[in-house]
């Protein structure tokens, strides 16, 4: 039996960046596109700058896992920093089935020595708004009871 792993990941994700450059989180949107069974491109931008990189994917318990390959551009070495998950020391993203949500952790590094941490953790785009809409609506609820 065949798996289609990209298949599942594949989406529009809305979530939170947070990036080492600034000390505020970022609410964006992040695509991913399937290419083949197991390969996915991420595409994302950054103040203004588009990123794009290629990633394998691999299901384990913890959900699916994803390691990201390099991407050098003319401007910039886009490369995945593992350590989000226990014991897995090369993973950089996937989709953990417990938070039903959708991260990686990406570092780009200029040629000029100046880099940057990415972190960004979403939900599919419906579903995060539906969790936004909700949490208004309990806001008003506990603001009209006071």
């Known amino acids: ?17 947070v990036y080492s450059a600034s000390r505020k989180v970022v609410r964006t949107h992040v695509e991913v596109v399937r290419l083949n069974h197991i ?15 290629r990633a394998m994917l691999s299901e384990q ?39 039903n949500s959708f991260y990686f952790h990406i570092r780009v590094k200029g040629f000029e020595g100046d880099f940057t941490e990415v972190y960004f953790m979403g939900k599919e785009e419906l579903e995060y708004q539906l969790l936004d809409q909700k949490r208004s609506q309990d806001i008003l609820k506990a603001s009209s009871v006071s």
């Open 61 to 99: 318990e913890e959900g699916l896992l994803m390691i990201i390959q390099d991407r050098v551009t003319k401007d910039h070495i886009l490369s995945g920093v593992s350590g989000f998950l226990y014991q897995k020391p090369n993973v950089h993203g996937g989709y953990i089935h417990k938070l």
């Open 1 to 17: 039996m065949e798996q289609n792993l990209a298949s599942k990941l594949s989406g529009k994700y809305l979530g939170n960046m």
């Open 39 to 53: 390969i996915v491109k991420v595409l994302f931008s950054l103040e203004g700058q588009e990123f794009v990189f």
